[in-house]
Nanobody, 123 residues
Framework: EVHLVESGGGLVQAGGSLRLSCAAS????????IGWFRQAPGKEREGVSC????????YYVNSVKGRFTISSDNAKNTVYLQMNSLKPEDTAVYYC????????????????WGQGTQVTVSS
């Protein structure tokens, strides 16, 4: 019943933008924090951003600050990640995940995961 679905990935040139969506169902959205993680081939999965649906407080990894913006639409049970000024090093599979707590950086703290969406940034 619990389901998270990412969408919005694709191929974009360096300096371009993409908007990722994470649609949630099967749990009380307002009680959860939603995080975005990414994993490039041969690298560890890293936390990118997180938002608490309750108060809307956003968090970002240093490498994306000033370029990415996370937001939530509680009425639609959806979280967005607006990605601007994309760089080749942003290329990865992006996942959204949920936990019934405040935002955390460790992937092991999260209860539910989506299937991922590919983001590829060309030089």
């Amino acid at each position: 019943e619990v389901h998270l679905v990412e969408s919005g990935g694709g191929l974009v040139q360096a300096g371009g933008s993409l908007r990722l969506s994470c649609a949630a169902s099967g749990f009380r959205f307002d009680d959860y924090a939603i995080g975005w993680f990414r994993q490039a081939p041969g690298k560890e999965r890293e936390g990118v951003s997180c938002i608490s649906s309750n108060d809307g407080s956003p968090y970002y990894v240093n490498s994306v600050k000033g370029r990415f913006t996370i937001s939530s639409d509680n009425a639609k049970n959806t979280v967005y990640l607006q990605m601007n000024s994309l760089k080749p090093e942003d290329t990865a599979v992006y996942y959204c995940a949920a936990l019934q707590a405040h935002c955390r950086w460790s992937e092991y703290e999260y209860d539910y995961w989506g299937q991922g969406t590919q983001v590829t940034v060309s030089s």
